[in-house]
């Protein structure tokens, strides 16, 4: 099986994940209605930092994957993503190793940032703008590019963007486990 592919179905199920979870939520917050809930919070709490651990080294290692081995040559929001991914992966390691309980307080803002980036650089490849900011700079190639599409929406930035609201939701979770004890 092609590891894109793999990563793209990875992705998909991620979103379906996210989607429920969302969804689930809603209903318990504000229609008082716990059907879909049933202690996924709770449950999902007490590991989230290996959940996030995963989430990070998996981005980390595809970005690597689609860049050294496939030879996809990442344009400067892409390099921008990596900067905010790759010391995710480190900080949880060492907070899963050291038994930090404060890993959302570092891990939390690095990873809401990242979602806002790349969504913003998915926007760019979805509607291309001439002034975009990989053009000007003359040694990138083009953030408009789309080396791949799944499912008929998943490209690199997309699954960026969905790892990082993926560890910004375990680090969430993480956050009110912490604010219990």
């Given at each position: 099986?092609?590891p ?8 998909l199920?991620?979103?379906?994940f996210?989607v429920y979870?969302?969804?689930?939520y ?5 229609f ?6 049933r ?6 709490a007490?590991?989230?930092k290996?959940?996030?651990f995963?989430i990070a ?7 690597l ?5 496939r030879?996809?040559?990442?344009c400067?929001?892409?390099?921008y993503?990596r ?8 900080i949880?390691?060492?907070s899963l ?6 890993v959302?307080?570092y891990v ?12 913003y650089?998915?926007n ?9 900011p990989?053009e ?5 190639v083009s953030c ?12 690199i ?14 680090m969430?979770?993480e956050?009110?486990?912490v604010?219990?004890?």
């Open positions: 099986m092609d894109i592919y793999l990563l793209s179905v990875i992705t199920l991620s979103n379906i996210l979870f969302v969804v689930s809603i209903l318990k917050r504000f008082k209605k716990d059907i879909l809930w202690g996924i919070e709770e449950s999902l007490k590991k989230s290996y959940y996030a995963i080294l998996t981005a980390t290692l595809g970005s994957y689609l860049s050294e081995i030879g996809f040559a990442p400067i929001l892409c390099w993503q900067i905010l991914m790759y010391p995710i992966s480190i949880l390691a060492t190793i050291k038994k930090a309980k404060d959302h307080l939390l803002p690095l990873s809401l940032f990242g979602a806002v980036l790349a969504l650089h998915y760019l490849q979805i509607n291309p703008n001439q002034y975009a990989c000007t700079i003359g040694f990138s408009t590019d789309r080396f791949f599409t799944y499912f008929g929406y998943i490209t930035p997309w699954m960026s963007f969905s790892a990082f609201v993926l560890i910004s939701l375990f969430l979770l956050r009110s486990k604010s219990k004890r």
